[in-house]
């Protein structure tokens, strides 16, 4: 039986168990080491992933010269976490911008695929003629959107939901063509259910300043500040990534850790001592520690602090998941007839395909394939299609085929394929989300803290971001540093 002593109990240096070698796990552990070392305080720690290799859903793989995400592709640059750690790490130059030169994205609709209008912010129209000539809409679909200018804005903070407010300030062809299969499709998230608090603030912001969507995007046209002269670096897009892929950052992170890691290993239980915590592990080992970061799915920690929390637990698995995937598929650029020049296409729940969108990840990206193919995701699952995520391999592949040949008219055999399934992996953030989370940290007893995707934002810069936090408030518990 392995075990490492809690500082408390032996005269050592505080111990911290961090659970869970995801990007947020990751975080915790990097900022943790960071500001232990910038503060000059003696701090001992131990990470532990119960799989095989660290990193979580930043899985990139590379076949016969093309890069295969398997998991998240990118990072958006809107929110610095994301960026500042790229530059902590030292691995700026392995930046990537989004090929800009392809920048649009098709929507599904009508059997067809139709461009999104030019001018469209998020999901906000801000220029006429694009927006009047597109076929995307109807005449009173247009109509009915460029209401919002004149309905009066919601002024209080309370929740509602993502297609509650759509319907309220854009309505239902809004809903329909752009909302759902763009803003809910980020969170793999139903429309009905998802909470604009927790997932799109920024709406109800400008909702709350300006009375109007519209207005609102307008003035932030307006106001954008002009970019800074490169002198030479590289440009930033929206979206960056990183040319050898995604996973490149969890193990540019992993190579800076000096504490111990544990892979292959879970924890099954948590049980409260008199100072700090006991950890019990699945190869019969235990960890002491005198603070413990739980940087895994919801439900995960609810079992493991089930014995010493059940009212804890209990209110963990309230946060609902679902199940997602995406299917990597290449071509020869000559069987693809279409010109690529868009990042991909959204579909509306209501087209009713069996898939939810997909990229063209060499149209988007460069450094994805070589010249002469394109490389497809598609991304099946979620609370839309589950029985598609539940079929066997062969079946998957057939059917994704088959959606491919009716939207996009390939009918040759791709050159490979890649499935990537994660079961149970994408947190619902339904209304009343954020107090809920509130509630949660809350509840958790003393040296105990929750961080990842389940919490307070699903994307990388999220998840660094609530790593760094952690790292800083268990600091603060531990030495009371400012």
Same mark, same amino acid.
């Given at each position: 039986?392995?075990?490492?002593?809690?500082?408390?109990?032996?005269?050592?240096?505080?111990?911290?168990?961090?659970?869970?070698? *995801?990007?947020?796990?990751?975080?915790?552990?990097?900022?943790?080491?960071?500001?232990?070392?910038?503060?000059? $305080?003696?701090?001992?720690?131990?990470?532990?992933?119960?799989?095989? =290799?660290?990193?979580?859903?930043?899985?990139?793989?590379?076949?016969?010269?093309?890069?295969?995400?398997?998991?998240?592709?990118?990072?958006?640059?809107?929110?610095?976490?994301?960026?500042?750690?790229? /530059?902590?790490?030292?691995?700026?130059?392995?930046?990537?911008?989004?090929?800009?030169?392809?920048?649009?994205?098709?929507?599904?609709?009508?059997?067809?695929?139709?461009?999104?209008?030019?001018?469209?912010?998020?999901?906000?129209?801000t220029e006429i003629m694009p927006f009047a000539?597109?076929?995307?809409?109807?005449? &009173? *679909?247009?109509?009915?959107?460029?209401?919002?200018?004149?309905?009066?804005?919601?002024?209080?903070?309370?929740?509602?939901?993502?297609?509650?407010?759509?319907? =309220?300030?854009?309505?239902?062809?809004?809903?329909?063509?752009?909302?759902? +299969?763009?803003?809910?499709?980020?969170?793999?998230?139903? !429309?009905?259910?998802?909470?604009?608090?927790?997932?799109?603030? $920024?709406?109800?912001?400008?909702?709350?300043?300006? #009375?109007? @969507?519209?207005?609102?995007?307008?003035?932030?046209?307006?106001?954008?500040?002009?970019?800074?002269?490169?002198?030479?670096?590289?440009?930033?897009?929206?979206?960056?990534?990183?040319?050898?892929?995604?996973?490149?950052?969890?193990?540019?992170?992993?190579?800076?850790?000096?504490?111990?890691?544990?892979?292959?290993?879970?924890?099954?239980?948590?049980?409260?001592?008199?100072?700090?915590?006991?950890?019990?592990? /699945?190869?019969?080992?235990?960890?002491?520690?005198?603070?413990?970061?739980?940087?895994?799915?919801?439900?995960?920690?609810?079992?493991?602090?089930?014995?010493?929390?059940?009212?804890? !637990?209990?209110?963990?698995?309230?946060?609902?998941?679902?199940?997602?995937?995406?299917?990597?598929?290449?071509?020869?650029?000559?069987?693809?007839?279409?010109?690529?020049?868009? %990042?991909? @296409?959204?579909?509306?729940?209501?087209?009713?395909?069996?898939?939810?969108a997909i990229t063209w990840t060499s149209s988007? &990206?460069?450094?994805?394939?070589?010249?002469?193919?394109?490389?497809? $995701?598609?991304?099946?699952?979620?609370?839309?299609?589950?029985?598609?995520?539940?079929? +066997?391999?062969?079946?998957?592949?057939?059917?994704?085929?088959?959606?491919?040949?009716?939207?996009? #008219?390939?009918?040759?055999?791709?050159? %490979?394929?890649?499935?990537?399934?994660?079961?149970?992996?994408?947190?619902?953030?339904?209304?009343?989300?954020?107090?809920?989370?509130?509630? @949660?940290?809350?509840?958790?007893?003393?040296?105990?803290?929750?961080?990842?995707?389940?919490?307070?934002?699903?994307?990388?810069?999220?998840?660094?971001?609530? #790593?760094?936090?952690?790292?800083?408030?268990?600091?603060?518990?531990?030495?009371?540093?400012?």
């Open positions: 039986m392995v075990t490492i002593d809690a500082g408390a109990e032996t005269g050592k240096a505080p111990h911290v168990v961090i659970v869970g070698g *995801g990007i947020a796990g990751l975080s915790t552990a990097y900022y943790l080491q960071k500001e232990a070392d910038n503060t000059g $305080r003696a701090l001992r720690y131990t990470l532990v992933e119960s799989a095989s =290799r660290l990193g979580g859903k930043l899985l990139t793989e590379h076949v016969d010269g093309f890069t295969v995400e398997g998991g998240p592709d990118s990072f958006i640059t809107q929110k610095p976490a994301g960026l500042k750690l790229v /530059s902590e790490l030292g691995i700026e130059d392995e930046l990537i911008a989004t090929q800009d030169k392809n920048k649009g994205v098709f929507v599904y609709q009508g059997g067809k695929l139709k461009s999104l209008p030019d001018g469209v912010m998020l999901i906000v129209p000539l597109s076929s995307l809409f109807t005449p &009173w *679909g247009k109509l009915r959107m460029g209401m919002d200018m004149f309905l009066p804005g919601r002024q209080d903070d309370g929740d509602e939901t993502l297609a509650d407010f759509i319907r =309220r300030r854009l309505g239902n062809e809004a809903l329909d063509r752009l909302a759902e +299969p763009l803003m809910a499709g980020i969170y793999n998230a139903e !429309a009905e259910d998802q909470s604009i608090m927790a997932t799109f603030p $920024r709406f109800r912001a400008i909702e709350k300043k300006h #009375g109007s @969507l519209i207005r609102g995007m307008l003035a932030a046209r307006r106001n954008r500040p002009a970019p800074p002269p490169s002198n030479g670096a590289k440009p930033r897009t929206v979206f960056m990534s990183l040319r050898p892929g995604i996973s490149a950052l969890s193990e540019a992170i992993a190579d800076t850790l000096n504490g111990e890691i544990r892979t292959g290993v879970s924890v099954q239980t948590i049980a409260a001592l008199e100072q700090g915590y006991r950890l019990n592990l /699945s190869d019969g080992g235990r960890l002491l520690a005198d603070a413990v970061v739980l940087a895994t799915p919801a439900y995960v920690t609810a079992n493991m602090v089930e014995a010493m929390r059940p009212d804890l !637990a209990d209110s963990l698995r309230r946060i609902r998941y679902v199940s997602t995937g995406t299917l990597s598929m290449a071509y020869r650029r000559a069987d693809v007839a279409h010109d690529m020049k868009s %990042f991909g @296409l959204v579909i509306p729940r209501s087209a009713g395909r069996q898939i939810n988007k &990206w460069p450094y994805r394939a070589p010249d002469d193919a394109v490389l497809l $995701r598609v991304f099946f699952g979620g609370s839309r299609h589950p029985e598609v995520f539940a079929l +066997p391999d062969d079946e998957l592949l057939a059917v994704v085929k088959g959606e491919i040949a009716t939207i996009m #008219g390939v009918t040759t055999e791709p050159q %490979f394929s890649r499935i990537y399934r994660w079961q149970d992996a994408s947190p619902q953030y339904d209304v009343g989300h954020l107090d809920r989370v509130s509630a @949660l940290e809350a509840a958790c007893p003393l040296g105990l803290f929750l961080s990842g995707s389940a919490y307070r934002g699903v994307g990388i810069p999220d998840c660094i971001a609530q #790593g760094e936090a952690s790292a800083r408030t268990v600091l603060q518990g531990l030495y009371s540093v400012p």
